[in-house]
């Protein structure tokens, strides 16, 4: 197992206090086995008592791991240029399902814009008043205009 990004500790050891020894270290004289002293028992109470700590400090680093993926990640993220209101009427993208001929329409519609989404993704509903069972994200829609 390698040991946790700056933590210096394996998950192992996160999570059972301890490293792990294989069977085959028992039955054979290892180095970690001969090195050990019966007296580490108060070494091990300071590190069981250090356990909350160090857990606390991998859960810490992994919150700041997570928070430069997702900087990083939305640095990339290009905003759509469309931004419709509630009521907006738009075309959708026809999504390419099984065997799409080349001369149909890429876009289908009108459909209105019943609510908005942080995500700029919207909640569409047809001219029969259906609500799409799913969000469309704008970069899949386009304004309708009639002429």
């Known amino acids: 197992m390698t040991p946790k990004e700056g933590t210096g500790f394996t998950s192992f050891h996160l999570v059972y206090g301890g ?3 294989v069977p085959v270290e028992v039955g054979i004289e290892s180095d970690r ?3 050990y002293d019966e ?3 108060e070494r091990r109470r300071m590190e069981l008592d250090m ?3 160090t857990r606390d400090k991998a859960a810490a680093q992994l919150t700041a791991y997570r928070q430069r993926m997702r900087q990083n990640y939305n640095r990339r993220v290009i905003p759509s240029p469309q931004i419709f ?3 907006d009427l738009v075309w959708k993208r026809v ?3 099984g065997d799409v001929k080349k001369l149909e329409a890429p876009w289908t519609g009108p459909f209105k814009v019943v609510e908005r989404l ?3 993704a919207y909640y569409l509903e047809d001219t029969e008043g259906r609500r799409l ?3 469309w994200s704008a970069n899949h829609l386009q304004p309708y205009r009639v002429g």
Do not use: H, I, T, Y
Request: with cysteine.
């Open 118 to 120: 942080r995500s700029c």
């Open 19 to 21: 490293e792990a020894v």
């Open 51 to 53: 356990v909350d700590e």
């Open 95 to 97: 999504k390419p399902v």
């Open 133 to 135: 069972d799913r969000p």
């Open 33 to 35: 086995v001969l090195r």
């Open 85 to 87: 209101q509630v009521g």
């Open 39 to 41: 007296e580490n028992g």
